[in-house]
């Protein structure tokens, strides 16, 4: 049976004329008019056949009438700018039936009630028939992909059904991060939390001038797939902080950013955490593996179990800065008076 086919629709340049559409600055908005490139954004998905696909952000449709010329069953679009409601609601009515549209921020949305649940699938199976697809605004994607990471790791909103896929754009330099590797300098925290509980792939890059207004980067589509077993077994905040801490300090070796999990004067946590990782203190962040830096996870929440305090530990605290800052002060006289007068003050 071949893809079901839209009747004759206004195209959506004329939308725009039509409605008086403008792409909002402040909501970061960038429409794709160009039907090859949002054909191509729908076929990165994968198979859509008897599928429910959930769009973000449809916007006057661009990517929406691709996804209702598949052999997807059901197309679930979530906009929060209601301008675009009478162009979404047109297309809901050429699709007799496959299309719904609903108002509201993605941030705060509840999946769970409108994702059919005879598509579930347990969590060890092959990923359900469910795709999550958008061209996200610049301003929610990083907070969003965020949330919905920590969704993932607890199987919960859209994840309550199995390992339902995304397939999203990001501006290209977060796309890179998403998917870099060791030794890159892309690496940072946003590579590690995507790629301990993802499979993730940057599908192809699209220029900024294909968009309308064109924004000043280009943007990259990015594929996710959950994996059945996270590559660090923890919980999604701890992972974060670890994460978070050792890339704080992109140029400098990991101890330093290490350093910031503990009170000034637990010197004996930080070396304990590094024994008991094995992970070398004198790497730089970009230089670690997903498996070390759950390596280092592990280490810090076998402390954190021990000593319940430290996990609320927070170093940017006024009364705790104030430690660092003197700490910092006594190292630099140190090093200076070892500069000036050529001896080790250590001794």
């Known amino acids: 049976m071949g893809a079901q086919r839209l009747p004759p629709l206004p195209t959506i340049q004329e939308l725009i004329r039509l409605y008086q559409l403008r792409a909002k600055k402040q909501l970061s908005q960038n429409f794709l008019l160009d039907m090859n490139l949002t054909r191509k954004i729908v076929r990165m998905a994968g198979p859509l056949q008897g599928g429910f696909v959930c769009e ?18 059901h197309v679930a679009v979530l906009e929060k700018d209601r301008r675009f409601m009478p162009s979404l609601k047109m297309l809901s ?26 598509l579930a699938q347990p969590w060890n199976a092959a990923p359900p028939n469910i795709h999550i697809i958008g061209n996200l605004p610049f301003s929610v ?76 980067v280009d943007v990259g589509v990015v594929h996710i797939v959950p994996k059945v077993r996270p590559l660090i077994q923890l919980p999604f905040p701890l992972v974060e902080k670890v994460a978070s801490h050792v890339c704080h300090y992109r140029q400098k ?19 304990e ?40 530990y927070d170093y940017r605290s006024p009364e705790n800065a104030a430690k660092v800052r003197r700490k910092n002060e006594i190292l630099t006289e140190l090093i200076e008076q070892q500069v000036l ?7």
């Not at 896929?165 to 300098?185: G, N, P, S």
């Not at 007068?341 to 001794?347: E, F, R, S, V, Y």
């Open 56 to 73: 973000v952000g449809p916007g006057p449709g661009g990517i929406t009438r691709p996804l209702l010329n598949t052999k997807a069953n």
């Open 93 to 118: 009515d050429a699709a007799e039936g496959r299309m719904s549209v609903y108002e509201g921020d993605v941030l705060d949305f509840n999946f769970e009630h409108i994702i059919p649940k005879d």
């Open 141 to 216: 994607s990083t907070p969003l992909l965020i949330k919905w990471l920590a969704a993932i790791s607890t199987q919960s909103g859209p994840w309550t059904f199995g390992r339902t896929k995304l397939t999203l754009t990001f501006q290209k330099e977060v796309a890179e991060r998403m998917v870099a590797r060791i030794m890159t300098r892309q690496r940072c925290r946003l590579s590690i939390m995507c790629q301990y509980l993802c499979d993730v792939q940057l599908k192809f890059i699209i220029p900024g001038r294909a968009f309308v207004p064109p924004p000043d």
């Open 253 to 271: 070796y990991i101890r330093r950013g290490i350093e910031t999990l503990f009170p000034v004067h637990r010197e004996d946590l930080v070396e």
């Open 273 to 312: 955490m590094f024994e008991a990782s094995g992970v070398d203190p004198q790497s730089r962040s970009y230089m670690l593996s997903v498996r070390e830096i759950g390596h280092l996870c592990h280490a810090y929440s076998n402390i954190c179990s021990r000593e319940s305090d430290i996990y609320g």
């Open 341 to 347: 007068h050529g001896t080790d003050p250590m001794n």
